[in-house]
């Protein structure tokens, strides 16, 4: 892509004319820059290549203490550094570097008339001088402003600070609220510690790094990305086929299973387990548990002891769990449904047609149908098939973390259901699409972010 074309997608004369026309509000896009918009975070490494007196680390782990915020900070070692702008230039080629999608995705968001701006607790030269290697132009830019004296020395001045606050040089949060009347939906992307404020009110986050599991820690709507070649896709995605797990995700059944397999232990002779002991392993496979918890020679006799024993309370003992009906007869006009399962398939098929959604299913796959327990590939690859969905269509629901290395496998995404059996923050360092506090919030999700016209960079 040329320098020119970067240019005329990142004007904003021709939005402000469209704005002043009386044109529908639209959508606004913050971009974090450290960690975001440029891959590397330059301000810790500027701070430390441009300082020399010690006293400078003193401020910072007050910083990482919690007891003091980045204004503070910026204004205590500012009369401690030194540079001139040919090394301040020189460093910011050497060290920053752009996202080579960043430009790119600058032209899709004008060709769907989405306006970005650069919202940064960093510092404005450093942004634009990296922008100007690249011929990128046009934007705004909230930042601290970073002042290079003719003598070396260096004054920082934080404008966009909270005065009620006063913690970070910018503030961003503030910045969302500044622009909140302008627009009908604020989108914040970014990595760290200094977007969390704003991610508590903005749409949605597109979310990179440590910020991920801050929003899934919290219940902040957000989808993780890798970068900026993600964004437009996951922003404007068309989802046609939704796969569920069974256990933990509709259905509550832990009751029955752990009564089946202490049954099973007792019969056997072995210490019975506690609930929570065998909570964390019920999304493997029967045989895969019997493998890990009998001996060899008792492994056949288990299974036939589990199954015989929870054939005879599964039904009365296993309900739908709150929400998951709602979400399902949401759903059930919107996109393909079906259940991929370690359960046992014909325990899966019989539950749902008991508990009154096996119509909705187009395909219900479970253990033992032919194909590999997860977290092999071989389930979903079936289910793909079979609703004729591609893998970009397709996500899969589920509440452990071999429901998103199985899906992962499969080339596909996971949106992972928070419970009883796994934290938020567990399942989002396991790199979930989404995390979701209860399966309600589902068919929202599943629904783009942004409808466009262009979807792809």
């Not at 938020?424 to 929202?444: C, D, F, M, T, Y």
Request: charged content about 25%; proline content about 3%; hydrophobic content about 40%.
């Amino acid at each position: 892509m040329s320098n020119q074309s970067v240019k005329a997608a990142t004007s904003n004369s021709d939005l402000l004319s469209s704005r002043e026309a009386g044109e529908a509000k639209r959508t606004l896009i913050l971009c974090d820059f450290d960690g975001t918009v440029s891959k590397k975070d330059t301000v810790n490494k500027l701070i430390r290549n441009h300082i020399s007196d010690p006293h400078w680390r003193y401020y910072v782990k007050r910083y990482l203490r919690g007891e003091i915020g980045s204004r503070e900070v910026y204004k205590a070692i500012a009369p401690l550094m030194r540079m001139t702008r040919l090394e301040f230039d020189k460093f910011v080629l050497e060290h920053a570097e752009l996202d080579p999608f960043f430009p790119r995705f600058l032209v899709w968001a004008r060709e769907n008339n989405i306006d970005v701006k650069i919202v940064s607790d960093g510092f404005d030269e450093t942004i634009k001088k990296l922008f100007d290697s690249h011929g990128v132009t046009g934007l705004d830019i909230i930042s601290n402003t970073l002042l290079i004296e003719q003598d070396g020395r260096i004054e920082i001045r934080s404008e966009h600070s909270n005065p009620a606050c006063g913690i970070c040089g910018t503030c961003k949060l503030n910045t969302l609220r500044n622009f909140r009347s302008q627009y009908d939906k604020i989108v914040l992307i970014g990595d760290g510690e200094s977007d969390r404020h704003a991610a508590t009110e903005a749409d949605m986050v597109l979310a990179l790094g440590d910020l991920f599991l801050f929003c899934a820690r919290n219940g902040i709507p957000a989808i993780r990305i890798d970068g900026f070649h993600e964004a437009p896709a996951m922003l404007t995605r068309d989802i046609r086929a939704v796969a569920f797990d069974l256990d933990g995700t509709l259905i509550d059944s832990i009751e029955a299973i752990v009564e089946a397999f202490n049954y099973m232990f007792s019969e056997l002779g072995y210490p019975s387990m506690t609930l929570q002991e065998i909570l964390r392993r019920t999304s493997i496979s029967l045989i895969d548990f019997v493998k890990s918890h009998l001996k060899p020679e008792h492994g056949e006799l288990g299974i036939k002891v589990f199954r015989d024993y929870y054939d005879t309370i599964y039904l009365e003992r296993t309900t739908m769990l709150p929400g998951a009906m709602e979400a399902l007869l949401k759903l059930n006009a919107s996109v393909s449904q079906g259940i991929v399962s370690n359960k046992r398939g014909r325990y899966a098929r019989i539950l749902a047609e008991h508990l009154g959604f096996a119509h909705k299913m187009v395909k219900i796959i479970g253990a033992e149908d032919g194909f590999k327990a997860k977290p092999s590939a071989d389930m979903f690859h079936e289910f793909i098939r079979h609703v004729g969905s591609r893998k970009e269509h397709t996500v899969y629901v589920g509440d452990a973390p071999i429901d998103i290395e199985g899906a992962s496998a499969a080339g596909i995404d996971a949106y992972a259901i928070a419970g009883e059996f796994f934290t938020a923050e567990e399942l989002a360092l396991h790199k979930p699409r989404r995390v979701l506090s209860n399966i309600g919030e589902l068919p929202q999700a599943l629904e783009p972010v942004i409808t466009t016209h262009v979807q792809k960079i």
